[in-house]
């Protein structure tokens, strides 16, 4: 390889572990429940937007019941039955965030997705939503 191509990627490689690090940042699920794992189908799974800073609108999954949801976690496995969760809305544009509690009850094998309802003018969350993806 030519020695200043080589340089100019030497060069390139910190920020590239950077943009890396980012976009893989908020992908992961974080396990809410106690014991040994369990099949994907016997589980239900709570999916939020990650916390890459940015993005118009965010959701992030705070807590789930007394657990805290990881940093790098957007989504979480949990036992089906009762749960109470936590979450915080984002508008960036107005820099409103509010913090939503939400008591649902999951089932087994359900995929779900925390959605904001932002009202009129999208200025503020005035609401968010858990609803089946299956």
């Known amino acids: 390889m030519n020695r200043s191509v080589c340089q100019n990627v030497c060069k390139c490689a910190p920020l590239l572990v950077v943009i890396v690090g980012l976009t893989l940042a908020g992908c992961g699920s974080m396990r809410a429940y106690e014991g040994p794992s369990h099949p994907a189908r ?19 999954l705070r807590r789930v019941d007394d657990q805290d949801v990881g940093l790098f976690d957007s989504g979480v496995d949990l036992l089906p039955g009762d ?48 609803i089946n993806v299956n």
């Open 83 to 130: 749960h109470s969760l936590l979450i915080d809305c984002t508008v960036t544009e107005s820099k409103q965030t509010t913090r939503h509690h939400l008591d649902v009850d999951v089932d087994a094998g359900v995929k779900y997705r925390l959605v904001a309802d932002t009202g009129p003018g999208n200025r503020e969350c005035v609401d968010v939503q858990l």
């Open 42 to 60: 016997d589980l239900a799974h709570i999916e939020g937007d990650s916390r890459i800073a940015g993005a118009p609108l965010s959701v992030i």
